[in-house]
Antibody, heavy 120, light 110 residues
Framework: QVQLQQSGPGLVQPSQTLSLTCDIS??????????WNWVRQSPSGGLEWLGR?????????DYAESVKSRITVNPDTSKNQFSLQLNSVIPEDTAVYYC??????????WGQGTTVTVSS | QSALTQPASVSGSPGQSITISCTGT?????????VAWYQQHPGKAPKLMIS???NRPSGVSNRFSGSKSGNTASLTISGLQTEDEADYYC??????????FGGGTKVTVL
């Protein structure tokens, strides 16, 4: 049974970097059938896909245009986990952040969600 | 990448069928059969209900079905039950190699 466990701070100051980690159990971050995603949900309710990393003989990344200049999604192969870094955060980055496994082009396993507030 | 267009709300009585539409473009929904649907109850993570337009993952009720015509995908819930009351989101793969979500539809069981 695949599970994703998120960790990271719930409060980030404006202009700083938001950093979250997603631990994978029951699957390998090297899986040739999976991709590892970050999705967020603003207080207004909508879901927004942010980016992903995946391994197909080498590592690849895809990012949403809306955050492309500020986002990094990195694998940590030694810990079987992946991370999200979002730079120069603003109050509008306040949201619930989810990690999710993408398998057969659908996100079938989700983390528990982390509420992140951007505020001084 | 603009969000896919979904109706803000859909409602129905128990036992009825409802359909939620998800309209994109020929760069996403119209180009790929990689449309998925998610159900989300308040305070919970989204749950995958349909993948690849019409595939139902193991454990999902057969009352849920998906289809696509042109740039519009649809999710139909038949035999509506009270536990189906939730928010539903569609998503699609795009020609830029990214994913885009719909704005979400609140389903109310009357």
């Amino acid at each position: 049974q695949v599970q994703l466990q998120q960790s990271g701070p719930g409060l980030v100051q404006p202009s700083q970097t938001l950093s979250l980690t997603c631990d994978i159990s029951g699957d390998s971050i090297f899986s040739s059938s999976a991709a590892w995603n970050w999705v967020r949900q603003s207080p207004s309710g909508g879901l927004e896909w942010l980016g992903r990393t995946y391994y197909r003989s080498k590592w690849y990344n895809d990012y949403a245009e809306s955050v492309k200049s500020r986002i990094t999604v990195n694998p940590d192969t030694s810990k079987n986990q992946f991370s999200l870094q979002l730079n120069s955060v603003i109050p509008e980055d306040t949201a619930v952040y989810y990690c999710a496994r993408d398998y057969a082009d659908a996100m079938d396993v989700w983390g528990q969600g982390t509420t992140v507030t951007v505020s001084s | 990448q603009s969000a896919l267009t979904q109706p803000a709300s859909v409602s129905g009585s128990p036992g009825q069928s409802i359909t939620i539409s998800c309209t994109g473009t020929n760069s996403d929904v119209g180009r790929y059969n990689y449309v998925a649907w998610y159900q989300q109850h308040p305070g919970k993570a989204p749950k995958l209900m349909i993948s690849e337009v019409s595939n139902r993952p193991s454990g999902v009720s057969n009352r849920f079905s998906g289809s696509k015509s042109g740039n519009t995908a649809s999710l139909t819930i038949s035999g509506l039950q009270t536990e189906d009351e939730a928010d539903y989101y569609c998503t699609s793969y795009t020609s830029r190699g990214t994913r885009v979500f719909g704005g979400g539809t609140k389903v109310t069981v009357l």
